[in-house]
């Protein structure tokens, strides 16, 4: 089957992913996909999603991505659970190495996603699941009456602090400049909270704890003085953002400023003939399970006209 000209290659297992199986399935194009590093995405390590159409008593993540698995297998997806190890998308059969193999399809649909950033430091790495978070959403339950630190001055530091004032008894966001970038309402919420206070100019310089195996503090670093102190505290979030998943395609698409492959107009189409782009890999915005599954039905609906016109 490796030597076949498939019509289809999705690469990535999220939202994105799966719906564009789905619809090009249904499409009779008989896609393969490949699950990829982690598969299922994102929502693997979430809890409730509440707000997925269609669930109105909520659906865990897993769960979520396991009806969507299932879905896109029923009518027919050929699914490989490897990561991809490097494509080759120019010209009209594009190439996908995975498992050593060689797998050729005239389109290709990217939805390989994004990935939380984290502090990159070794204790970070250590402690992590042990006090040490990127998910407020899904880890916040934990911090019942606890002592935690958010890191980071955008939209995604402040939902995330005022998400954990429902469970911690105080929540101090450290962030590295004397200004947070995120919007005025969002940073308006957080200002006013009485569990909420604010460090500036200030990073996180090591997590404590490993000794004993959890979190049991921060040492902090001026960044104007340099001066460091320690400060005791159960758990940390770094909501400092995310990297679109693009290491293999980099230097075959153009990217944006911030590392997304960019789309032509309003159609998932890259400057790649037949090359796709679905979720949160061309999107730093919206970055929803729901945005991502439209843009991965868009993503199957272009590549089903782009084979449409070549025939
Ligand atoms: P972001 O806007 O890129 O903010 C990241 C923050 O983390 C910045 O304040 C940045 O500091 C800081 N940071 C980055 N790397 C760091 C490091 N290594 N150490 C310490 N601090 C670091 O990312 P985001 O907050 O995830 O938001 C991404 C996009 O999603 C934005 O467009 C945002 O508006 C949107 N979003 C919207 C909502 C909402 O409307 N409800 C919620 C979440 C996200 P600097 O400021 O110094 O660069």
Same mark, same amino acid.
């Given at each position: /089957?490796?030597?076949?000209?498939?019509?289809?290659?999705?690469?990535?297992?999220?939202?994105? &992913?799966?719906?564009?199986?789905? !619809?090009?399935?249904?499409?009779? #194009?008989?896609?393969?996909?490949?699950? &990829?590093?982690?598969?299922? $995405?994102?929502?693997? %390590?979430?809890?409730?999603?509440?707000? @997925?159409?269609? @669930?109105?008593? &909520?659906?865990?993540?897993?769960? #979520?991505?396991?009806?969507?698995?299932?879905?896109?297998?029923?009518?027919?997806?050929?699914?490989?659970?490897?990561?991809?190890?490097?494509?080759?998308?120019? $010209?009209?059969?594009?190439?996908?190495?995975?498992? $050593?193999?060689?797998?050729?399809?005239?389109?290709?649909?990217?939805?390989?996603?994004?990935?939380?950033?984290?502090? $990159?430091?070794?204790?970070?790495?250590?402690? !992590?699941?042990?006090?040490?978070?990127?998910?407020?959403?899904?880890?916040?339950?934990?911090?019942?009456?606890?002592?935690?630190?958010?890191?980071?001055?955008?939209?995604?530091?402040?939902?995330?602090?005022?998400?954990? %004032?429902?469970?911690?008894?105080?929540?101090?966001?450290?962030? =590295? =400049?004397?200004?947070? =970038?995120?919007?005025?309402?969002?940073?308006? =919420?957080?200002?006013?909270?009485?569990?909420?206070?604010?460090?500036?100019?200030?990073?996180?310089?090591?997590?404590?704890?490993?000794?004993?195996?959890?979190?049991?503090?921060?040492?902090?670093?001026?960044?104007?003085?340099?001066?460091?102190?320690?400060?005791?505290?159960?758990? +940390?979030?770094?909501?400092?953002?995310?990297?679109?998943?693009?290491?293999?395609?980099?230097?075959?698409?153009?990217?944006?400023?911030?590392? !997304? +492959?960019?789309?032509?107009?309003?159609?998932?189409?890259? *400057?790649?003939?037949?090359?796709?782009?679905?979720?949160?890999?061309?999107?730093?915005?919206?970055?929803?399970?729901? %945005?991502? *599954?439209? %843009?991965?039905? /868009?993503?199957?609906?272009?590549?089903?006209?782009?084979?449409?016109?070549?025939?």
């Amino acid at each position: /089957m490796e030597n076949t000209l498939r019509n289809v290659i999705i690469i990535g297992s999220g939202p994105a &992913g799966w719906t564009a199986a789905v !619809y090009a399935s249904r499409a009779n #194009l008989a896609p393969l996909l490949f699950s &990829g590093i982690e598969p299922g $995405g994102q929502l693997m %390590t979430t809890t409730d999603v509440e707000n @997925f159409p269609g @669930f109105p008593k &909520g659906i865990l993540g897993p769960e #979520l991505m396991q009806v969507f698995r299932e879905q896109a297998a029923r009518f027919g997806t050929e699914i490989i659970d490897s990561a991809v190890e490097r494509v080759s998308l120019a $010209g009209e059969e594009k190439t996908v190495w995975a498992n $050593g193999k060689e797998y050729k399809a005239k389109t290709v649909i990217i939805a390989t996603g994004a990935t939380a950033k984290r502090l $990159g430091l070794d204790s970070e790495k250590a402690l !992590y699941g042990k006090g040490v978070s990127a998910c407020a959403t899904c880890d916040g339950f934990f911090f019942r009456d606890k002592d935690v630190i958010v890191v980071g001055g955008g939209d995604s530091a402040m939902e995330e602090s005022l998400f954990l %004032t429902r469970f911690a008894k105080s929540i101090t966001i450290v962030h =590295r =400049r004397d200004a947070f =970038r995120a919007s005025k309402i969002m940073q308006d =919420r957080v200002t006013a909270h009485p569990k909420i206070r604010v460090i500036w100019n200030t990073a996180v310089s090591e997590i404590l704890g490993i000794e004993t195996g959890h979190v049991t503090g921060a040492r902090l670093k001026n960044i104007e003085t340099g001066a460091e102190t320690e400060m005791p505290i159960d758990g +940390i979030f770094a909501a400092i953002g995310h990297e679109p998943n693009t290491a293999l395609f980099r230097e075959q698409l153009p990217l944006d400023a911030k590392g !997304y +492959i960019v789309t032509e107009g309003k159609t998932t189409a890259t *400057a790649i003939p037949g090359v796709f782009v679905a979720g949160d890999v061309a999107d730093s915005r919206y970055r929803q399970a729901v %945005t991502a *599954a439209g %843009t991965g039905c /868009m993503a199957a609906l272009d590549a089903e006209r782009f084979l449409a016109a070549q025939e």
